[in-house]
């Protein structure tokens, strides 16, 4: 159980271009997903948290209208990245957590990796 | 701030036992997890402590000691399949989210 499905697995695009990644929980519902970046040999660093229903909170230093998140259902969580650069290459992972395993239970997607010529 | 800090890497032979250290400051403990990732995938649950202590799963045990903000994972009878990144995290209050230490790069060799 506690599968979470990301899709794309990879994905390149031209400068400029928007790409819309996509989460699903397949056999729970998830109230909160989480979005972390992660450069080569780096560690994970958390984007947002999605929230379903409401507005995605975002951390410090991630602009809000470039990231746009949408949680939409219990199951599905998006993230777009508008006009996108070189920069903006890097491996896009998803979370989710249960909502009734209290200790952990978190489960990441397989991840996107994205790659801006 | 938060911050959570591990050896950068560590190498060992293989059937060899290995312990990854991880020191963390941060605004809310809700306990330390581990996490293990292999080279482009995506990082899988191998441990969890919210008490202090040692946690036994199979060839994999965590330990805490919350009064010195601290952990590590011990890896044992080590095997080629284990290198990968391992990475500590701590889960805070409210939220839920999970803020990931730096990562330590685990080299098994023969």
């Known amino acids: 159980g506690a599968v979470v499905s990301q899709h794309p697995s990879w994905v390149i695009c031209k400068s400029g271009t928007s790409v819309k990644i996509e989460c699903r929980s397949l056999d729970f519902q998830a109230t909160t997903m989480f979005w972390y970046r992660q450069f080569p040999k780096q560690s994970l660093m958390l984007m947002a948290t999605s929230n379903e229903g409401s507005k995605a909170t975002y951390e410090q230093g991630v602009e809000k209208d470039k990231f746009l998140i949408n949680h939409a259902s219990l199951t599905l969580s998006t993230l777009t990245v508008t006009s996108a650069h070189p920069e903006d290459s890097s491996f896009y992972i998803c979370?989710?957590?249960?909502?009734?395993?209290?200790?952990?239970?978190?489960?990441f997607g397989s991840g996107t990796r994205l790659t801006i010529v | 701030g938060q911050s959570l800090e591990q050896p950068s890497e560590v190498t060992a032979v293989e059937g060899a036992i290995v312990q990854i250290n991880c020191t963390y400051q941060t605004s809310g403990f809700y306990g330390l997890s581990w996490y293990q990732q292999h080279d482009g995938g995506a990082p899988t649950f191998l441990s969890y402590?919210?008490?202090?202590g040692l946690e036994e799963t199979g060839r994999f045990s965590s330990f805490l000691s919350r009064s010195d903000s601290y952990g590590y994972l011990l890896l044992q009878e080590l095997q080629m399949k284990d290198s990968a990144s391992y990475f500590c995290a701590v889960r805070e209050g409210g939220g839920n989210k999970l803020t990931f230490g730096t990562g330590t790069q685990l080299k098994v060799e023969l």
């Open positions: 402590n919210a008490l202090d």
């Open positions: 979370s989710a957590r249960r909502a009734s395993r209290a200790n952990y239970g978190y489960t």
